[in-house]
């Protein structure tokens, strides 16, 4: 039954093969039809549907007045940015028919505010040329790069096919299946590429740049192509399915095991492999019924017992690496394969240097440029059976370079299946070079080897030791970034009121950026307004009150004012002169039937005592004061207080107040003369 199979597959294998070859390309392949994703029609404004070469899609023709945002769904650009991610590259395709003179942007990935384009794929008539335009961060700031692909002539009123292939560090620009330019990438931008906080845009210009606008024109079947076989439309000139010609190949018909399935019911054509994939996935239904003969043809042709991995026509053994298209690092473990894209660091370097084995651009020198000779060509395999390896060196010049890098490079090699009943020991491979795990620091590095040198068959021993050895490794300090402190506390404000500012400060010490760090970003000293308030108005500038009345202001801007002084009367504001000679009828002396007081500005004074008396002279303000302070007149009698002038030998008669003099003298009995001198009077005659 097995030899019977095999020689049935052996007959049948080139058709099998070409099945599973259109199997890989047209199901593994997605084609996001942008228009239709977005959701473009004839009734979108400055939009209308016109006729083009694909009768089975819709064309339409873009003139654009006004920024119109055609974006995709957010959801779809995550998806596509992660397939890019993946694939380490991608593939744009549209048929176009652009307008003269237009220099209009495709397909483009801009931010949200439209601050930056992340990329964009420009066409300008006016120059007969197309640009690749993408942008990096270094050192904190945009960087864009612009790639230009010249004496591309699509504006001549023709539908033209343009398909851009973007991997490694190529850019690959194909018009109407025929190769027009090739660029070098300054670094994989693709792999900088992210959903969140941007969108992915059709035809739409750049923000603030009129030199690349809006596309107009024709379009049709305008895609992004994710999980693509780069090689392939490389090899097809970049010729996507519909227009591919159709390809006829002698073969055998094909041979179908499930006897349900009669040779009429095949597929029908006379040659295995001379479908599309755009027909062929009509018939995969049909393909799945292999699926028990492609098990069965695994049990014969496939793997050794331990297991392992088949990729791309290669046997890889489990625990095995393998680059595939330079920027996908693939493993095969338990007989599975897991890929992941490598990641490009920014080179900081003006030209860096893309080498064919290399997925990324590098700053270092290469072969013989640092130091290492030539390769030397592969050691046999190994092995005459099963899986071994092969090898190569090169030699430095060790005097004059640092030689960075391998002296000795292994790769699997499979010839053939070995024979069911050898048995092979196991045998270690090459250990790889030691790999530190940082690339600043202090960490560990560490090397492998597999056991298949050759790999242990049959009833052999397995290999004996470790297959990975770890050790520690040093490289220069990380480099630490500055970090704000704390702020320090407001400073006062510098008014009270109407607006002033304070201010507070901070220092890039927490930490303070050591071994290269970035400096902090930002500022050291902050401002603020304060105390905004209105200042409010003191209405007691006016002096509204009455002089020497308190006035006291309010933040409304009213005033209140105080009593009027003291001999004075009124609200405050306007005060009156209080008569106090009026008011109090005694206050002075009263002398004739006259009032001894006279009133003045505030306040009032007694007039001096008449001739012949004595008395106080009160003076003061307000009622009350001249009822407390009432001036006393009394009259002068210098016969009673002593003043008089008469002799001692004489006796003082008072007259009484007014009379001038207000008294007389008169000498006593026994004395003689005016009474002011008196004598003796010896003869009494006086």
């Not at 024709?218 to 992004?224: R, T």
């Not at 695994?298 to 595939?324: I, L, Q």
Request: hydrophobic share 25%; net charge negative; charged share 25%.
């Amino acid at each position: 039954m097995v030899m019977s199979l095999s020689r049935q597959l052996t007959r049948y294998l080139p058709c099998l093969l070409c099945f599973t070859f259109l199997i890989g390309l047209c199901s593994a392949e997605e084609q996001i039809d942008l228009i239709e994703a977005i959701g473009v029609s004839p009734d979108t404004p400055g939009v209308k549907e016109v006729q083009g070469p694909d009768p089975s899609a819709v064309a339409l023709k873009f003139s654009l007045k006004a920024p119109l945002n055609l974006a995709a769904p957010d959801v779809l650009l995550g998806e596509i940015t992660d397939a890019i991610h993946k694939d380490g590259g991608f593939v744009f395709s549209t048929s176009l028919k652009q307008d003269r003179g237009n220099k209009g942007s495709l397909v483009s990935i801009d931010s949200r505010t439209a601050e930056r384009r992340l990329f964009g794929l420009h066409s300008n008539a006016k120059t007969k040329s197309v640009d690749i335009y993408y942008t990096y961060m270094e050192d904190g700031a945009v960087v864009p790069m612009t790639g230009t692909f010249e004496d591309i002539d699509i504006a001549d009123n023709k539908w033209h096919n343009m398909t851009l292939v973007v991997t490694d560090s190529l850019a690959l620009l194909y018009v109407d299946c025929e190769p027009v330019g090739r660029l070098m990438l300054h670094m994989p931008f693709y792999m900088d590429l992210m959903a969140e906080g941007y969108e992915l845009h059709i035809v739409q210009g750049m923000e603030g740049r009129k030199v690349v606008r809006n596309f107009k024109g024709l379009l049709q079947n305008m895609k992004i192509i994710t999980h693509a076989n780069f090689d392939n439309y490389i090899n097809e000139d970049g010729c996507p399915p519909e227009l591919q010609p159709v390809v006829t190949t002698d073969a055998p018909e094909p041979y179908f095991p499930d006897s349900s399935v009669s040779e009429s019911d095949s597929l029908g054509f006379e040659g295995a492999c001379q479908f599309t994939c755009k027909q062929f996935t009509k018939v995969f239904d049909e393909v799945n019924r292999l699926k028990a003969v492609t098990e069965e043809m695994r049990a014969v042709f496939g793997a050794p017992p331990k297991g392992g991995c088949f990729d791309n026509g290669h046997f890889y053994a489990n625990n095995s690496e393998w680059t595939v298209n330079k920027c996908q690092q693939c493993r095969c473990s338990q007989s599975k394969i897991s890929c992941e894209t490598i990641t490009c660091p920014t080179n900081k370097c003006a030209n860096p240097i893309t080498s064919e084995d290399r997925c990324c651009p590098s700053c270092e020198l290469q072969d013989e440029a640092d130091g290492w000779s030539a390769w030397s060509d592969w050691t046999p395999c190994s092995v005459t059976c099963g899986i071994g390896s092969q090898q190569r060196g090169r030699s430095c010049d060790s005097v004059n370079y640092a030689c960075r890098g391998s002296s000795v490079e292994t790769k699997v090699c499979y010839e053939k299946e070995c024979e069911r009943i050898v048995n092979i020991d196991g045998g270690w491979s090459l250990w790889s070079p030691w790999t530190c795990g940082v690339t600043c620091g202090e960490g560990s590095e560490t090397r492998v080897r597999a056991c298949n040198s050759p790999l242990r068959q049959g009833e052999g021993r397995d290999c004996e030791g470790p297959s990975r050895e770890n050790r520690p490794c040093s490289r220069d300090p990380c480099p630490i970034d500055g970090g704000w402190g704390e702020w320090s506390p407001w400073s006062p404000c510098t008014v009270s009121c109407d607006g002033g500012t304070k201010e507070r400060a901070r220092s890039c010490s927490n930490p303070a950026p050591r071994f290269g760090g970035r400096d902090c970003s930002g500022k050291t000293k902050d401002k603020e307004r304060c105390n905004v308030q209105s200042c409010p108005i003191d209405a007691c500038l006016s002096n509204p009150c009455f002089q020497d009345v308190e006035c006291t202001s309010f933040t409304d801007g009213t005033y209140k004012c105080g009593k009027c002084p003291i001999g004075y009367s009124g609200n405050g504001r306007r005060c009156q002169d209080v008569n106090e000679c009026e008011l109090v009828r005694n206050a002075c002396f009263n002398y004739g039937g006259k009032h001894m007081c006279e009133n003045y500005e505030g306040g009032y004074h007694c007039k001096s005592c008449p001739i012949g008396y004595r008395g106080n002279l009160p003076h003061g303000s307000g009622v009350d004061y001249a009822m407390e302070n009432k001036q006393e007149c009394s009259p002068v009698n210098p016969c009673e207080d002593g003043t008089h002038t008469c002799d001692d030998n004489a006796e003082c008669i008072y007259y009484g107040p007014g009379s001038e003099p207000p008294h007389g003298c008169k000498c006593k009995t026994g004395y003689a003369g005016d009474g002011y001198e008196c004598g003796r009077d010896s003869d009494l005659d006086g």
